[in-house]
C-alpha cells in the first residue's frame, strides 16, 4: 500500500477504550467508593451500554441524558453513548425539576439514566413534561433495572461510525450570568480539548486522577478523559468532603487532581492534612474560579507538587500559568495553551494594546460547534477584528502584562458603575480576602443615590471569628483599597451561593440585596 493510499486519523475519546483494553486489559480505569474497573472490563461495559441504546432505538446524533451521582456507571453510561454515536447530556444534579425538564425539552433527549439518589427529581422532572415516551433505565432505587439490562446486551463493538465532526454532547453552561445554554462540541474538538489540558496538566501513563467534582461539570470531565488519553486511572468520588479527599489520595497515591480554589482552601485547612498524606501528588489544577495569590501560596509550600493555575470556558478556549513561570506574577492566569489565542477588545469593538483593561476574545483549535438552539447567542457571543479574523466573546475582563501573561479584572457584567467610574470588584476581593477574619468574600453592587452604585462586601467569617466587627472591617479594606473602591458597607453572610465549578453567582446575591442601604 502506497503512503498516498493509506490513511489514518487519531484516535477520538471512545476509540481509546478499546485500545487499552487491548494492550493493557488488566490495568485499573476507574475506582469509585464501592468497586474498581480494569479497561477491560470497561470496554465490555461500555460496549453494553451502546448496543443497549441502539437495540432500544436511539440513533446516531439523538440525545441520551445522564442525571446521576458520582459512580463507575456514570463513566460506563458516558463512554456507551459516546460509542453509540449518540449524544451525551450531563445534567446538573443541583437544578430544579424545572430546569431539568427545560433541559431534557431544549435537547430533545430520547433517553434517560438516572439513579436512586436522583430517583425523585427525575420522576418529578419526568411528570412536568409534555412528553412521558423517553426511555428511562434506573442504577439503584426503587426500580434497580440498569444492571439486568446492560448485562442483556451484546459485548461487541457498536457497529457505528462516529465521524471527526458528529455532535457529542451537548453540555449545559453554569448559567452564573443567565440562563444556561446547550454548548455542542464536535468530537474532534472535544478530543483535542482534552489533549491540550492533558499536556498542560503534566498527564502521563502512571497518573491517578482523582475526580471529587460531579460528572455532569466540565471540570470533571477534565480528570476524567485526560487519564482516559494517557491510560491512566481515574478515582470517581461521590461528593466532596476534604477529609474523604485526603484519605483517598492516600490510599490510592493519587498524583493529579483538578479542583476549584474553595475545595483546596479546605484541603489545607483540614485538621487531618499534612503533606505526608499528600506526597503522591505531582500536579493540581485550579480552575472555575480566582485562585487569590496568598491561597496560592500556601498550596505551593503545603503540597510540594506544581500547583497549575488555569483560566478556561466550556466553550473552547484554555490558559494556563505553570509553577516555573508564577514568581513575581501569582495573581496572573498565564499564556494561552498550544493552538489557543487571545485579544483584549474595547467597548467599540477595538483590539487594544497590553497593558489595557478590556473583555477577553478568544480562539482556540476545540472552539464549541454552537450554542443549541441559540443561533442569535451564537452570533452575539461572535466578534470579527479589522481582519475579518473570528474570536469569541468571553466577558470577562482582562489585561496583559508587557511579558504577555492575562491577568482576569473581573466578569464584565459584574463591573460597579459609581459616579461614571468603573469599579471591579474583583480588586477588592483580592484584598478584603487577606484579613484574617474573612474566610470567603464577594463584593457587589447596590443602589446609590449618589453614586448611582456603590460596592457592597458580603463576608463569609472564618470558623474562628465568632464575633465580627463589620465597621471595623469595613475600615479595614477602605484604607487598602482605592478612593473609588471604598466599600459602602460590610454585611456578614452565612455562605456564598455557588454553582459546580465554585463560581460565585453574583446575580442571586445581587437579587437579595437588592435595596440594601437605600
Request: charged share 20%; with cysteine.
Amino acid at each position: 500500500m502506497s503512503v498516498d493510499t493509506f490513511s489514518i486519523r487519531a484516535p477520538l475519546l471512545h476509540e481509546f477504550i478499546p485500545l487499552h483494553a487491548r494492550w493493557y486489559p488488566n490495568k485499573t480505569a476507574l475506582i469509585d467508593e464501592q468497586q474498581s474497573l480494569t479497561w477491560s472490563e470497561l470496554e465490555v461495559r461500555s460496549n453494553q451500554v451502546a448496543n443497549g441504546l441502539i437495540a432500544s432505538g436511539i440513533c446516531k446524533g439523538e440525545s441520551v441524558a445522564i442525571l446521576m451521582s458520582n459512580t463507575l456507571e456514570y463513566a460506563e453510561i458516558l463512554y456507551g453513548i459516546l460509542k453509540a454515536g449518540a449524544v451525551a447530556v450531563p445534567l446538573n444534579l443541583s437544578v430544579n425539576a424545572a430546569g431539568i425538564r427545560n433541559m431534557l425539552a431544549d435537547a430533545a433527549v430520547k433517553a434517560l439514566f438516572f439513579d436512586g439518589q436522583t430517583e425523585p427529581l427525575a420522576k418529578a422532572a419526568n411528570a412536568e413534561s409534555s412528553s412521558n415516551d423517553m426511555l428511562h433505565w434506573q442504577h439503584g432505587g426503587s426500580d434497580n433495572n440498569y444492571s439486568v439490562w446492560r448485562n442483556a446486551q451484546s459485548a461487541s463493538a457498536s457497529p457505528v461510525d462516529v465521524a471527526e465532526d458528529d455532535i457529542v454532547n451537548i453540555i449545559y453552561s453554569s448559567g452564573t450570568t443567565g440562563s444556561p445554554k446547550g454548548i455542542k462540541h464536535s468530537a474532534r474538538r472535544r478530543t483535542q480539548s482534552m489533549y491540550e489540558l492533558g499536556m498542560a496538566h503534566r498527564y502521563h501513563f502512571g497518573a491517578i486522577s482523582i475526580c471529587p467534582i460531579g460528572l455532569y461539570s466540565n471540570i470533571a470531565w477534565a480528570s476524567l478523559f485526560c487519564a482516559l488519553i494517557v491510560g491512566g486511572t481515574c478515582v470517581i468520588q461521590d461528593g466532596f468532603t476534604s477529609e474523604k479527599w485526603i484519605a483517598a489520595v492516600e490510599q490510592h497515591g493519587v498524583t493529579h487532581t483538578m479542583g476549584v480554589p474553595l475545595q483546596l482552601q479546605k484541603i489545607i485547612d483540614d485538621p487531618s492534612f499534612s503533606p505526608e498524606r499528600v506526597a503522591s501528588m505531582q500536579a493540581i489544577v485550579s480552575g472555575g474560579s480566582p485562585l487569590y495569590a496568598g491561597l496560592k501560596n500556601r498550596l505551593m509550600e503545603a503540597m510540594g507538587c506544581a500547583i497549575i493555575e488555569l483560566y478556561g470556558l466550556t466553550e473552547g478556549f484554555m490558559t494556563t500559568l505553570q509553577p516555573e513561570e508564577a514568581e513575581g506574577r501569582l495573581t496572573s492566569v498565564g499564556k494561552p495553551v498550544r493552538g489557543h489565542d487571545y485579544v483584549i477588545v474595547s467597548n467599540d469593538d477595538r483590539v487594544l494594546p497590553w497593558g489595557e483593561a478590556g473583555e477577553i476574545c478568544v480562539r482556540s483549535v476545540h472552539w464549541m460547534v454552537e450554542y443549541h438552539n441559540k443561533t442569535p447567542e451564537t452570533k452575539d457571543a461572535m466578534f470579527f477584528d479589522e481582519r475579518g479574523t473570528q474570536w469569541l466573546r468571553t466577558g470577562d475582563v482582562g489585561k496583559t502584562d508587557e511579558d504577555g501573561y492575562l491577568y482576569i479584572v473581573d466578569r464584565k457584567k459584574d463591573m460597579i458603575l459609581s459616579g461614571g467610574q468603573n469599579i471591579y470588584p474583583a480588586d477588592i476581593e483580592a484584598i478584603a480576602i487577606e484579613h484574617p477574619a474573612i474566610s470567603e468574600v464577594s463584593v457587589i453592587g447596590i443602589s446609590h443615590e449618589k453614586w448611582g452604585e456603590t460596592p457592597l462586601a458580603l463576608v463569609v467569617p472564618t470558623a474562628e471569628s465568632s464575633d465580627v466587627d463589620t465597621n471595623a472591617l469595613k475600615t479595614w479594606i477602605n484604607e487598602r483599597v482605592g478612593k473609588r473602591q471604598r466599600v459602602y458597607a460590610v454585611a456578614l453572610v452565612d455562605g456564598l451561593p455557588r454553582n459546580p465549578n465554585g463560581k460565585v453567582l453574583k446575580r442571586n446575591l445581587r437579587e437579595q440585596f437588592r435595596g440594601y442601604g437605600v
